[in-house]
């Protein structure tokens, strides 16, 4: 069943719809079964049918979890695809050749990629077009983001699985995979390039790679971030783009860098920042250019507008402590510098590194004198995001956080000048209360494994400043903001193979304040006393000490040991220049003023020129009476 919801632009008269769909059974209730006392099959169907739309990406933790996600992305993507289609076929006098201008299927990561098999059914089988014809058709309509390097989101499913729940489909991939093999032979001969293009992955348990699919089926393939491109161009799909680029096409992978909106992310979470721009800037024309936001430049050294910034700045820190009194009965300090991490739970975005320093932080406050203590600066710090259901290690780093945070916020001696806290059930309510208060927040992934990253966007649009890498979105936002607006650390994304090839050979020092959070730990410092818990963080610091294997999954997989170092001088950076205040509030207002790239305003148009082919097409103001 369709649901569908209008999505009205923006001081426009244009709507759009965004339509869901539930899952329910051909046949509600069986009254057969009901009256043979068989209770539990009489709704069968219908419990069947509601597993596939109840939860979103099940936990495909076993064979049945694994078994239901497929189904699902199946459901979701066959009833748009019917839809789609329906809607197309229903003009007057429609052609098939019409299709690519009409349609466009943007496939975001490998969840939906069973898209293009499934219209090549609904082409082939249902609507009778030939082969070649379909296939045209459907490289010209589907296009796929690519959102993550990370090789979960590179999805392979079983044949077995396949053959079982969607033979007909298996059919389609396999004809798709003959073709496009025979096309690579012709062009390199038989070798290596097969094997790494060809849709099916040979092994113990033969499998269909679910991002090749994509790949082969799709007229463009993006990434997210320029980084992210290139990433995607050098490592993910290098052979496919050394094919795009001997086939004369290198502009089949092109770059779409991530925004996000001002609408949402400035005037309805901060509206006193929102009225700031529109007083000096002299209108609201900014909620839909926000080129016009670099009009705030020239008055960044104003002190009449660094007095606004800074209370609209006091005035979110004030929201979010009554806030996060109600929500969590946390009491914060409106005056410290607030330091927050608020994302996806992974341990490439590394909160277990963030964690780990806030335990430096508060051994440094321990051994300071009161005197000593009360020169510090004050720091509240939040991280916020959720886990995977089956992802264990990440749900040990936020038990970790938690315990570390009831140490520290209980501690007399230091909790006048540390505060740390997860932020339950994380959420876009939340973000709106967390982002407009931040002076600086965290987007500290191990180099080149972040995509893109919008919360980077949506913090900087607010007038934070970032401590990060040099990976993702970051980069780009360096270059627009300027150098002196982010607080960056770490390695390079070059720079990854050669200190995971040192530390085979036994160079992967561990630096001595990080050493002593190790044995913290170890003591069971953090624990409470919680004997599980205890040896679950042990078992992640045994790993991250297997010094000898630095880089790979045995070892610290995301070069925590290595960028700790640089991460905790980049802090000691932070503290120094929160204390000037003047040039923090201009450096303050230059980062929030230059975002203009990151608006999805701009992203849309990138796609709409560049992928689908689509020209703006606002509707006519209604005639004056």
């Given at each position: 069943?369709?649901?569908?919801?209008?999505?009205?632009?923006?001081?426009?008269?244009?709507?759009?719809?965004?339509?869901?769909?539930?899952?329910?059974?051909?046949?509600?209730?069986?009254?057969?079964?009901?009256?043979?006392?068989?209770?539990?099959?009489?709704?069968e169907q219908r419990r069947k049918a509601e597993d596939l739309s109840a939860v979103l990406?099940?936990?495909?933790?076993?064979?049945?979890?694994?078994?239901?996600?497929?189904?699902?992305?199946?459901?979701?993507?066959?009833?748009?695809?019917?839809?789609?289609?329906?809607?197309?076929?229903?003009?007057?006098?429609?052609?098939?050749?019409?299709?690519?201008?009409?349609?466009?299927?943007?496939?975001?990561?490998?969840?939906?990629?069973?898209?293009?098999?499934?219209?090549?059914?609904?082409?082939?089988?249902?609507?009778?077009?030939?082969?070649?014809?379909?296939?045209?058709?459907?490289?010209?309509?589907?296009?796929y983001t690519n959102h993550t390097v990370m090789p979960e989101a590179l999805e392979k499913?079983?044949?077995?699985?396949?053959?079982?729940?969607?033979?007909?489909?298996?059919?389609?991939?396999?004809?798709?995979?003959?073709?496009?093999?025979?096309?690579?032979?012709?062009?390199?001969?038989?070798?290596?390039?097969?094997?790494?293009?060809?849709?099916?992955?040979?092994?113990?348990?033969?499998?269909?790679?679910?991002?090749?699919?994509?790949?082969?089926?799709?007229?463009?393939?993006?990434?997210?971030?320029?980084?992210?491109?290139?990433?995607?161009?050098?490592?993910?799909?290098?052979?496919?783009?050394?094919?795009?680029?001997?086939?004369?096409?290198?502009?089949?992978?092109?770059?779409?860098?991530?925004?996000?909106?001002?609408?949402?992310?400035?005037?309805?979470?901060?509206?006193?920042?929102?009225?700031?721009?529109?007083?000096?800037?002299?209108?609201?024309?900014?909620?839909?250019?926000?080129?016009?936001?670099?009009?705030?430049?020239?008055?960044?050294?104003?002190?009449?507008?660094?007095?606004?910034?800074?209370?609209?700045?006091?005035?979110?820190?004030?929201?979010?402590?009554?806030?996060?009194?109600?929500?969590?009965?946390?009491?914060?300090?409106?005056?410290?510098?607030?330091?927050?991490?608020?994302?996806?739970?992974?341990?490439?975005?590394?909160?277990?590194?963030?964690?780990?320093?806030?335990?430096?932080?508060?051994?440094?406050?321990?051994?300071?004198?009161?005197?000593?203590?009360?020169?510090?600066?004050?720091?509240?710090?939040?991280?916020?995001?959720?886990?995977?259901?089956?992802?264990?290690?990440?749900?040990?780093?936020?038990?970790?956080?938690?315990?570390?945070?009831?140490?520290?916020?209980?501690?007399?001696?230091?909790?006048?000048?540390?505060?740390?806290?997860?932020?339950?059930?994380?959420?876009?309510?939340?973000?709106?209360?967390?982002?407009?208060?931040?002076?600086?927040?965290?987007?500290?992934?191990?180099?080149?494994?972040e995509a893109s990253g919008t919360s980077n966007m949506k913090f900087v649009m607010n007038?934070?400043?970032?401590?990060?890498?040099?990976?993702?979105?970051?980069?780009?936002?360096?270059?627009?903001?300027?150098?002196?607006?982010?607080?960056?650390?770490?390695?390079?994304?070059?720079?990854?193979?050669?200190?995971?090839?040192?530390?085979?050979?036994?160079?992967?020092?561990?630096?001595?304040?990080?050493?002593?959070?190790?044995?913290?730990?170890?003591?069971?410092?953090?624990?409470?006393?919680?004997?599980?818990?205890?040896?679950?963080?042990?078992?992640?610091?045994?790993?991250?000490?297997?010094?000898?294997?630095?880089?790979?999954?045995?070892?610290?997989?995301?070069?925590?040991?290595?960028?700790?170092?640089?991460?905790?001088?980049?802090?000691?950076?932070?503290?120094?220049?929160?204390?000037?205040?003047?040039?923090?509030?201009?450096?303050?207002?230059?980062?929030?003023?230059?975002?203009?790239?990151?608006?999805?305003?701009?992203?849309?148009?990138?796609?709409?020129?560049?992928?689908?082919?689509?020209?703006?097409?606002?509707?006519?103001?209604?005639?004056?009476?």
């Amino acid at each position: 069943m369709a649901y569908d919801n209008p999505i009205p632009g923006f001081d426009t008269y244009n709507t759009n719809n965004l339509r869901l769909w539930r899952a329910l059974p051909s046949k509600e209730f069986d009254l057969d079964a009901y009256s043979s006392a068989n209770f539990t099959e009489a709704v069968e169907q219908r419990r069947k049918a509601e597993d596939l739309s109840a939860v979103l990406y099940p936990n495909d933790a076993t064979y049945q979890g694994k078994e239901l996600r497929l189904r699902q992305q199946y459901f979701f993507v066959s009833a748009s695809l019917q839809d789609l289609l329906r809607e197309f076929i229903k003009r007057p006098n429609y052609k098939w050749s019409e299709m690519p201008e009409k349609v466009s299927v943007q496939m975001n990561d490998t969840h939906p990629t069973i898209t293009v098999a499934e219209m090549m059914r609904l082409l082939v089988d249902v609507q009778r077009v030939g082969w070649e014809e379909a296939w045209e058709l459907t490289k010209k309509c589907c296009n796929y983001t690519n959102h993550t390097v990370m090789p979960e989101a590179l999805e392979k499913w079983p044949v077995e699985m396949m053959e079982r729940i969607l033979p007909r489909h298996v059919q389609i991939i396999g004809e798709i995979n003959r073709r496009w093999i025979n096309e690579l032979l012709e062009m390199y001969g038989d070798g290596p390039m097969i094997e790494k293009l060809s849709i099916f992955e040979e092994g113990d348990e033969k499998k269909i790679r679910m991002g090749n699919l994509a790949i082969v089926g799709s007229n463009k393939v993006n990434g997210v971030a320029a980084l992210h491109t290139e990433i995607i161009k050098k490592e993910t799909f290098p052979e496919y783009y050394k094919w795009a680029c001997d086939k004369g096409e290198p502009d089949k992978i092109v770059n779409m860098t991530n925004g996000v909106t001002q609408r949402r992310w400035i005037h309805c979470a901060n509206p006193v920042l929102s009225a700031i721009f529109t007083k000096y800037l002299g209108s609201q024309k900014w909620l839909t250019d926000m080129t016009l936001l670099k009009g705030m430049l020239k008055h960044k050294e104003d002190p009449k507008l660094h007095a606004e910034w800074m209370e609209m700045k006091q005035g979110c820190k004030a929201r979010l402590a009554a806030w996060l009194k109600e929500v969590m009965d946390l009491d914060i300090d409106q005056d410290a510098l607030i330091d927050i991490q608020i994302k996806r739970i992974h341990e490439y975005k590394r909160q277990l590194m963030n964690c780990l320093y806030v335990i430096h932080r508060y051994q440094t406050l321990k051994r300071m004198s009161p005197a000593e203590r009360a020169k510090t600066q004050k720091r509240v710090v939040l991280i916020g995001g959720k886990a995977a259901s089956a992802y264990v290690n990440a749900k040990i780093i936020i038990k970790l956080i938690n315990n570390v945070s009831k140490v520290v916020n209980n501690d007399p001696e230091t909790s006048p000048y540390l505060k740390f806290a997860f932020v339950p059930n994380y959420r876009v309510s939340a973000a709106q209360m967390l982002i407009p208060a931040s002076d600086i927040s965290e987007h500290i992934s191990t180099a080149g494994t972040e995509a893109s990253g919008t919360s980077n966007m949506k913090f900087v649009m607010n007038g934070g400043l970032i401590v990060g890498t040099m990976d993702g979105a970051n980069i780009e936002i360096r270059e627009e903001c300027g150098d002196d607006t982010m607080f960056i650390f770490g390695c390079l994304e070059h720079e990854v193979a050669g200190i995971a090839a040192r530390s085979k050979e036994g160079h992967y020092p561990i630096d001595s304040r990080l050493q002593a959070v190790f044995q913290a730990i170890r003591n069971g410092d953090f624990s409470r006393d919680e004997s599980d818990a205890h040896q679950e963080f042990c078992s992640i610091l045994d790993r991250l000490c297997n010094t000898t294997a630095a880089g790979t999954w045995d070892g610290d997989r995301y070069l925590v040991i290595h960028d700790f170092p640089s991460f905790c001088d980049a802090q000691a950076r932070v503290d120094a220049l929160y204390k000037d205040k003047a040039t923090w509030c201009k450096l303050s207002i230059q980062a929030a003023s230059s975002m203009a790239k990151f608006s999805t305003d701009r992203t849309m148009k990138e796609y709409a020129e560049v992928i689908w082919g689509v020209k703006s097409a606002p509707r006519p103001l209604p005639s004056a009476k």
